[in-house]
């Protein structure tokens, strides 16, 4: 079965300081990996994708993303945050089983706060 | 904004009512996919409609229906209601595949049950 796991409930961050993140993820075949973030009481904006090619993936909002096979990781990053990025942020994968592609399977979430 | 629209905003319904919740995705997406989101949770998919008929369904149980119609819009039906159908209900519309894949969210509808 396909999963994404998201090891940290919430991250904080200092605001300017570096954010990163965590995703893991276990599926057969290749993985198609994405980031999400949501804004209380909103839907899910799309930040970024990993289908293939380049290992970093860069997304809206200066955000980037790491793929890492060996370590199976998809790592949410920005060099310098600010107080606006405070959202809950979702890593997902792809269900390759369902070919016209419309069932994501998403992570538990991770809170993140950035303080002045 | 994802051109994607969902209606109601918000709903509260009573325990053993219907509701229907609608979605209008983008032209040209055929593919549309309905998500339930807890309250702390990470979405769960429901089902998905693909050129208007059912090809996918998640752990859900039958009173969870859906429509989808040629003007791109949907619906999802539930009957029955249980306290535990509380929760924010996305829709998504899909455009490509594989590698041109993109999934893009409704702004969502926050079902109450009570």
Known sequence: ?116 | ETGVTQSPTHLIKTRGQQVTLRCSSQSGHNTVSWYQQALGQGPQFIFQYYREEENGRGNFPPRFSGLQFPNYSSELNVNALELDDSALYLCASTWGTGLTYEQYFGPGTRLTVT
């Open chain 1, 1 to 116: 079965a396909q999963s994404v796991a998201q090891p940290e409930d919430q991250v904080n961050v200092a605001e300017g300081n570096p954010l990163t993140v965590k995703c893991t993820y276990s599926v057969s075949g290749n993985p198609y990996l994405f980031w999400y973030v949501q804004y209380p009481n909103r839907g899910l904006q799309f930040l970024l994708k990993y289908i293939t090619g380049d290992n970093l993936v860069k997304g809206s909002y200066g955000f980037e993303a790491e793929f890492n096979k060996s370590q199976t990781s998809f790592h949410l990053k920005k060099p310098s945050a600010l107080v606006s990025d405070s959202a809950l942020y979702f890593c997902a994968v792809r269900d390759g089983r369902y070919n016209q592609g419309g069932k994501l399977i998403f992570g538990q979430g991770t809170e993140l706060s950035v303080k002045p």
